[in-house]
């Protein structure tokens, strides 16, 4: 007698029943040829590992030990002290200052006080001719 009691015909047909209810006649075949897949390639994917294993071991054993014939000294560095965390200064704010504009001198040969022709008022335009 097994250490689980599964070799008994009854207990397998029982859990193929309680199988057959619980996931439907329709999804065991899929089901069962999912687990299949996936049992072989988990027993691939073992058999490369150990193969790999076996390489490993073949490769360490014939490779001789190296030996350093003049090692060159160590120098012992000083450990290094992690840098200070960043001073951060907060933007000053400075007011625009108003800034006047700056005055045009006219050209020469032309009288700064005279505004153009066309700025005088109609009623003080002159007229050509005798008024009455």
Same mark, same amino acid.
């Given at each position: 007698m097994g250490a689980a009691g599964?070799?008994?015909p009854t207990t397998w047909m029982v859990i193929a029943i309680a199988a057959l209810v619980l996931f439907g006649y329709k999804k065991l075949p899929d089901m069962s040829r999912s687990v299949g897949r996936s049992l072989r390639i988990f027993k691939s994917e073992m058999k490369g590992l150990n193969e790999?294993? =076996?390489a490993r071991d073949n490769k360490a054993e014939a490779a001789p030990p190296t030996v350093a014939v003049n090692p060159e000294p160590t120098v012992a560095v000083p450990p290094?002290? =992690?840098p200070a965390a960043p001073v951060v200064? &907060?933007?000053t704010v400075v007011a625009p200052v108003p800034v006047a504009p700056a &005055?045009? =001198?006219p050209p020469a040969g032309v009288p700064a =006080?005279? &505004?153009p022709a066309s700025a005088?008022?109609?009623e003080s335009q002159p007229t050509?001719? &005798?008024t009455a």
């Open positions: 599964f070799d008994r790999d294993d =076996a290094v002290a =992690a200064v &907060p933007p &005055p045009v =001198a =006080a005279v &505004p005088q008022p109609a050509s001719g &005798p």
